[in-house]
């Protein structure tokens, strides 16, 4: 019966993250995504571009240090659009970049970044594109595979409708490459791990089953609704909450990290 569930979920998180490829459950909260994400692609000692445009995007940095990876700061002024050619040139100044690292929404300053454009800048490259999408997925506009995202990672506490303890993450032929090339030294969070179980619809460590069970029913309502009619009502109530703290003659953001 838990593997009927994983059956059903697996399939609705394809749409939601618009992908054709595998999508792995693990019990964590989405940090646990981004932790997987990135320290099974780049190995100790590789180079990771980050673009640092937010309390979570720095995040990344923060793992990498954890596990000797040699995270390269891209940074952009909070609150502001990463530039994709700013991207390009640090493409141009690192070509030995395994990954480079964004942010679907930077949640600290509810900032979209343009994950399509960057998205095709490093399909380029030999640089496998990772995002967090933590809290845009469902709620934002996103095509996984479309816009080039190699690894995407979501949690299950925002617009996915649950309490924390779920993450997903979605992995492209080419982010494989990279983690087929060396063996990392994570063992919870080890994504061949979790492949080889998902093929049997099932994950490689205790699952969160009633979360699972919770997820289901949000991948329904989810279904009903059609992901492209939920990217558009959340964009109609952002444009309305904006409209409205304009009319109140208030900020949206500080650029100051306090």
Same mark, same amino acid.
């Given at each position: 019966?838990?593997?009927?569930?994983?059956?059903?979920?697996?399939?609705?998180?394809?749409?939601?993250?618009?992908?054709?490829?595998?999508?792995?459950?693990?019990?964590?909260?989405?940090?646990?995504?981004?932790?997987?994400?990135?320290?099974?692609?780049?190995?100790?000692?590789?180079? *990771?571009?980050?673009?640092?445009?937010?309390?979570?995007?720095?995040?990344?940095?923060?793992?990498?240090?954890?596990?000797?990876?040699?995270?390269?700061?891209?940074?952009?002024?909070?609150?502001?659009?990463?530039?994709?050619?700013?991207?390009?040139?640090?493409?141009?100044?690192?070509?030995?970049?395994?990954?480079?690292?964004?942010?679907?929404?930077?949640?600290? $300053?509810?900032?979209?970044?343009?994950?399509?454009?960057?998205?095709?800048?490093?399909?380029?490259?030999?640089?496998?594109?990772?995002?967090?999408?933590?809290?845009?997925?469902? *709620?934002?506009?996103?095509?996984?595979? /479309?816009?080039?995202?190699?690894?995407?990672? /979501?949690?299950?506490?925002? *617009?996915?409708?649950?309490?924390?303890?779920?993450?997903?993450?979605?992995?492209?032929?080419? /982010?494989?490459?990279?983690?087929?090339?060396?063996?990392?030294?994570?063992?919870?969070?080890?994504?061949?791990?979790?492949?080889?179980?998902?093929?049997?619809?099932? $994950?490689?460590?205790?699952?969160?089953?009633?979360?699972?069970?919770?997820?289901? $029913? /949000?991948?329904?309502?989810?279904?009903?609704?059609?992901?492209?009619?939920?990217?558009?009502?959340?964009?109609?109530?952002?444009?309305?909450?904006?409209?409205?703290?304009?009319?109140?003659?208030?900020?949206?953001?500080? *650029?100051?990290?306090?």
């Amino acid at each position: 019966e838990a593997k009927e569930v994983i059956t059903e979920v697996s399939a609705g998180l394809k749409e939601v993250f618009q992908t054709q490829h595998d999508v792995m459950i693990l019990t964590a909260s989405g940090t646990g995504s981004m932790e997987a994400a990135i320290i099974n692609t780049v190995p100790p000692g590789g180079k *990771a571009l980050i673009l640092n445009a937010g309390y979570f995007a720095n995040r990344w940095l923060i793992v990498c240090k954890a596990f000797g990876i040699n995270g390269i700061s891209i940074d952009t002024e909070w609150g502001k659009a990463v530039d994709p050619e700013q991207v390009a040139n640090a493409l141009r100044e690192h070509p030995d970049a395994v990954a480079v690292i964004g942010t679907l929404s930077e949640t600290s $300053t509810g900032t979209g970044h343009p994950v399509e454009a960057i998205g095709k800048i490093v399909a380029k490259t030999d640089a496998v594109f990772i995002v967090d999408g933590i809290s845009g997925i469902g *709620a934002m506009e996103c095509r996984t595979d /479309a816009w080039g995202v190699d690894i995407m990672t /979501a949690g299950s506490q925002k *617009a996915l409708m649950l309490p924390p303890g779920l993450s997903f993450v979605s992995v492209s032929p080419k /982010a494989w490459a990279k983690i087929d090339a060396f063996e990392s030294k994570s063992y919870y969070l080890n994504l061949k791990s979790a492949k080889k179980k998902a093929k049997e619809f099932d $994950t490689p460590f205790t699952p969160a089953h009633t979360l699972i069970l919770g997820l289901r $029913t /949000a991948l329904r309502r989810i279904k009903e609704e059609g992901i492209e009619n939920v990217w558009a009502r959340h964009k109609r109530m952002s444009l309305a909450c904006q409209a409205g703290v304009q009319a109140l003659g208030l900020e949206l953001f500080s *650029a100051s990290p306090a």
